[in-house]
């Protein structure tokens, strides 16, 4: 079993920059491939970014490339995603979730039922 502990969510001005992270429990982290979801109020949980086991490649919703940066440390089973140039519709529920086949299958996928693992989500909220 895999814990994935979402932080860093808050209050930010429209322009501004937030820098979540996740951590996750478990010897098995860098075979994982990981992902950040967000859901906001109303609507359905959305893929935003994701990240291969070993770091070297990366996947990003249209909505979101050239603003957000996702990565990993191995060493420490985390996974980052820094956000930049943020927008009001950036508001949502971010999730943090793990693909435990990710090293096993390759590459990144963008869909909720490719991952296993979800943490408990923590809020962003961008004013204008």
């Known amino acids: 079993q895999v814990q994935l502990v979402e932080s860093g969510g808050g209050l930010v001005q429209a322009g501004g920059s937030l820098r979540l992270s996740c951590a996750a429990s478990?010897?098995?982290?860098?075979?994982?491939?990981m992902g950040w979801f967000r859901q906001a109020p109303g609507k359905e949980r959305e893929f935003v970014a994701g990240?291969?086991?070993?770091?070297?490649?990366?996947y990003y919703a249209d909505s979101v490339k050239g603003r957000f940066t996702i990565s990993r440390d191995n060493a420490k089973n985390t996974v980052t995603l820094q956000m930049n140039s943020l927008k009001p519709e950036d508001t949502a529920v971010y999730y943090c979730?793990?693909?435990?086949?990710?090293?096993?299958?390759?590459?990144?996928?963008?869909?909720?039922?490719?991952?296993?693992?979800w943490g408990q989500g923590t809020q962003v909220t961008v004013s204008s």
């Open positions: 990240i291969n086991w070993s770091g070297t490649t990366t």
């Open positions: 979730a793990a693909d435990p086949r990710g090293r096993t299958r390759g590459g990144v996928r963008g869909r909720e039922r490719d991952y296993d693992y």
């Open positions: 478990g010897r098995s982290f860098s075979t994982y491939a």
